[in-house]
């Protein structure tokens, strides 16, 4: 029998059975609060260092750049010479060569020599580098690359903090008549689309390496769509997502679909087009924006394609692709950006590839970036397939959904009747329900060679090569035997992809109803130990960093999780996001009432028997293993059991009456005892 003086063990009650011959022992989650983590939140100065400087009347002199990197060291930049610099650029004592040769110093030295530390990063947004040096010296036409990289390496940190509201409201407030967000979001566009989509991985953008200056764009981007609720930062976005992003869909018969589904967008349609070229009466500028605009989405899809196929991919990669995907969600998360991007990923078919690139690993000998980039990929699929119509916003039913599904099905089944009645008399006459099988679709399909199969790819609408726009260069291997023809150069997808793009594009897809049927409301042994969870733990959203040891240049680690927002797509959306959150939120917690309690048990296996040579006041041995006694059928239109019965026998003669009487009054009925083994 324990002595009463030992510490109370925390954790969780329960019972369970042990491995061999041993007794199990179990938790019950008797833990209340929840830990909550709280943004650091951004400082200026000291009280101590305010009244120094309100102390201080005389004019500053004009700093250098090398005076203030001999000031402020290699490791942090330090407050003196941050209020020097701001001094001297608010007297205007500095000209703007002496500024962007400042910007371009601070960026070498201490971000980059660095390794992008997020202490170095901190420090620099405390010194309010942004708003004091940066964006007041910032011009969309003027200013240096590395000014440009600066800004979205400031905002990036700021959006971590989640602080990115405040600044741009003070960004737009301290707008004149040369920078505005707007200014900023068109200057980013034009030094992705000539520079940083052009450079290869051995090139250098503002500062930064290839893949490091795509994360940091596709970072900024993130923070510009999750903060539409700013004038602002919409009026800049919304122009990179109109109706104009369907004139790179190659299967048009899925256009047509949806003109014939919403006349309206037709007359939309003609409208945006006329804008794009300079007419007559035209403004030759602006059209010119307009197409720039038009060839963003597409040219950033394209890149990441190209990506897609390379031999061995590093982490700066792996990174990069978790942030493009965690961009993707984020935009198919709102109805006002979706509208018009989902036809786009439809038809580039991102997530079919993704889930055939090396990226995504295969087997047990994934890495977490691997595992967590797959899971990322799922989550993308399930959101341009999620239940809500996309043009109107409307949320479909499941008798809708499967409407629709029907309708692509019986389509295909008409031209293919129409191109081959011969090879496919007997796909033509199918059943729609067979159909939906992807073994019984491509065993239909297998009749047909590569080229038969492409055109009847192209009468339904699907691409049949990878996606380029204006001649987007490829910086992998081509000759992938899984996804291309296998001819030196060819774009052309393989007779093995094509098929299992006929077989996931039109396959049975499971309902908004289905979906919540399937979903247990208690956390089950995948989903207690499921490594997201343990990574939320872990990454407290530092930059990864070559410092570090990751060699991965710089980027914020993306995580499958939901967000929670100001707009949803549907309530089930947002029931559904919720309820996730909290599932992870309740596993977590039972799994660290469950892993406290099990060191306290102090497990020891010999010979095939597990012994425990601690105690916990809240786990308790099984006596017999349990016993099922009744399992109920499943209700009608459900196939888990209604219910199962088990009898457990506890053993709590080697306790104190304490700890007896606690088990005997405390555990009542419908309690949840929590079972490990």
């Known amino acids: 029998m324990p002595p009463k003086s030992r510490a109370r063990g925390k954790g969780s009650r329960g019972s369970g059975s042990g491995s061999g011959r041993g007794r199990g022992r179990g938790s019950r989650s008797k833990r209340g609060g929840r830990q909550q983590a709280v943004p650091e939140q951004s400082t200026v100065a000291t009280d101590k260092e305010t009244a120094r400087l309100a102390k201080n009347d005389e004019q500053p002199e004009t700093i250098t750049p090398a005076a203030a990197e001999a000031e402020a060291g290699t490791d942090a930049f330090s407050i003196d010479a941050a209020n020097a610099l701001w001094k001297a650029a608010a007297a205007g004592s500095q000209t703007a060569e002496q500024r962007e040769e400042t910007i371009r110093a601070i960026m070498s030295t201490h971000i980059v020599g660095g390794g992008f530390r997020r202490e170095t990063l901190k420090s620099l947004e405390r010194h309010q580098y942004l708003e004091q040096y940066l964006w007041p010296s910032f011009h969309p036409l003027q200013s240096s690359d590395t000014h440009v990289m600066s800004i979205l390496l400031m905002v990036n940190e700021k959006y971590q903090q989640r602080l990115v509201g405040s600044v741009w409201k003070s960004m737009q407030e301290a707008c004149g008549e040369q920078a505005s967000v707007g200014g900023l979001v068109d200057r980013v566009v034009d030094v992705s689309r000539s520079k940083v989509f052009a450079a290869d991985a051995a090139d250098v953008v503002g500062g930064l390496d290839a893949l490091s200056a795509r994360s940091v764009v596709v970072q900024f981007l993130i923070a510009c769509f999750g903060s539409l609720e700013t004038a602002s930062v919409r009026e800049a976005c919304m122009p990179l997502v109109t109706i ?10 899925l256009v047509e679909q949806e003109f014939a589904r919403t006349p309206a967008l ?9 804008r794009l070229g300079a007419g007559k009466h035209a403004d030759e500028a602006e059209a010119l924006r ?21 031999d061995r991919p590093t982490d700066a990669l792996l990174a990069y692709g978790a942030k493009l995907l965690e961009l993707l969600v984020a935009v198919e998360s709102l109805l006002s950006t979706r509208r018009y991007v989902n036809l786009l990923l439809l038809d580039f078919q991102l997530p079919e590839l993704c889930r055939r690139s090396a990226l995504i690993g295969k087997g047990s000998g994934r890495s977490a970036r691997q595992r967590r980039f797959a899971e990322l990929v799922e989550q993308l699929g399930s959101r341009v397939f999620f239940q809500v119509d996309d043009i109107t916003g409307q949320p479909l039913s499941d008798a809708e959904a499967k409407d629709r599904s029907y309708e692509r099905l019986a389509r295909l089944q008409k031209q293919a009747f129409r191109l081959f009645p011969a090879e496919l008399e007997d796909m033509a006459i199918s059943s729609i329900a067979a159909l939906a099988e992807p073994n019984v679709l491509r065993s239909h399909l297998e009749r047909l060679s590569r080229e038969s199969l492409a055109r009847l790819a192209a009468a339904v609408g699907l691409r049949t090569c990878l996606p380029q726009v204006n001649g987007s260069q490829m910086h992998g291997r081509l000759s992938s035997s899984e996804v291309l023809d296998g001819q030196d150069g060819s774009l052309l997808y393989s007779h093995t992809f094509l098929l299992d793009l006929f077989g996931e594009r039109y396959r049975r897809r499971e309902t908004v109803g289905d979906a919540a049927q399937a979903t247990s409301a208690f956390p089950t042994e995948l989903t207690l130990f499921d490594p997201v969870v343990s990574e939320a733990d872990q990454l407290r959203r530092q930059p990864i960093s070559a410092a570090n040891g990751d060699g991965t240049g710089i980027g914020y680690p993306a995580l499958a999780l939901p967000r929670l927002g100001l707009q949803f797509l549907t309530l089930h959306d947002y029931l559904a996001r919720s309820f996730e959150l909290l599932q992870v939120e309740g ?19 010999d010979e095939g028997t597990t012994r425990f040579s601690g105690w916990a006041r809240m786990a308790l041995p099984l006596r017999h293993p349990p016993v099922i006694t009744d399992v109920r059928a499943p209700r009608l239109g459900e196939q888990a059991p209604a219910g199962v019965r088990a009898e457990i026998t506890l053993d709590v003669a080697n306790y104190v009456d304490s700890v007896r009487r606690e088990w005997d009054t405390d555990v009542r009925p419908r309690d949840t005892l929590i079972l490990l083994a």
């Not at 038009?294 to 950033?300: A, K, Q």
């Not at 596993?587 to 296996?605: G, H, K, M, T």
């Open 266 to 274: 037709r007359k939309l349609w003609k409208h945006m087009n006329r």
């Open 244 to 253: 104009t992003l369907w004139s790179h869909v190659e299967g048009q018969a």
């Open 290 to 310: 307009n197409r720039r605009n038009r060839d963003f989405v597409p040219e950033l899809l394209c890149d990441f394609v190209s990506w897609l196929f390379v």
């Open 587 to 605: 596993a977590y917690e039972i799994r660290e009432d469950a892993l406290d309690a099990v060191r306290r048990l102090q497990p020891e296996s």
